[in-house]
């Protein structure tokens, strides 16, 4: 079963821009992995923040947008808020499985 | 808005069982593949079991294939978790999931002697 590995914490300032990733340990992520990204704020429960690579459901700002690059999936926050602030999930679809990856803490300051 | 609603969480001896339920109201419950994703108190998220719409494609992950049971009812718009021989470290906040955007609040089950 995949590993899924993404940045353990990233530090962004208001109104900057950063960029998330996402790898697999058993190769390149494609489009066949169907990727997620959730976001998680202290104390609440996860919700969608994008899927299947670059989909983003109605209440997700326009400022996230996800993406394949290079041999990874990639999430963009461009215009960081004090409310982006969160835990981001990755997730990944593979033989059947789903795996997460640990989470990227993510502290705009 | 779309709410899923779980419920059936609460404290268990070690080889116990539970059953959570995740209600679906005002939700077109049949049309969603769903899944239950849970959380260890200050760890990350992982993947327990999915149920296809129809309840005809089920997968769980290995650490819980042969005691817990995934399962639904379209009828009555709910999903269902049996959990049998329940152990320490199945303590955690299990949340549905209803592909790819609707996540309920989270129920929590604690599995202590």
């Known amino acids: 079963q995949a590993v899924v590995t993404q940045e353990p914490s990233l530090t962004v300032s208001p109104g900057g821009t950063v960029t998330l990733t996402c790898g697999s340990s058993?190769?390149?992520?494609?489009?066949?992995?169907?990727p997620y990204w959730l976001q998680q704020k202290p104390g609440q429960g996860p919700r969608t923040l994008v899927y299947d690579i670059s989909k983003r459901p109605s209440w997700t700002p326009a400022r996230f947008s996800g993406y394949l690059l290079g041999d990874k999936a990639a999430l963009t926050l461009s215009g960081a808020q004090p409310e982006d602030e969160a835990e981001y999930y990755c997730?990944?679809?593979?033989?059947?499985?789903?795996?997460f990856g640990g989470g990227t803490k993510l502290t705009v300051l | 808005e779309v709410q899923l609603v779980e419920s059936g969480g609460g404290s268990v001896q070690p080889g116990g069982s539970l059953r959570l339920s995740c209600a679906a109201p005002g939700f077109t419950f049949n049309s969603y593949w769903m899944h239950w994703v849970r959380q260890a108190p200050g760890k990350g998220l992982v993947w327990v079991a999915r149920i296809r719409s129809d309840g005809s494609d089920i997968g769980y992950a290995d650490f819980v294939r042969g005691r817990f049971t995934i399962s639904r009812d379209n009828v009555k718009n709910t999903l269902y978790l049996q959990m049998y021989s329940l152990r320490a470290e199945d303590t955690a906040v299990y949340y549905c999931w209803g592909v790819p955007d609707y996540w309920g609040q989270g129920t929590l089950v604690t599995v202590s002697s």
């Open positions: 997730l990944l679809s593979s033989m059947g499985f789903l795996v």
């Open positions: 058993t190769g390149a992520v494609t489009s066949g992995h169907y």
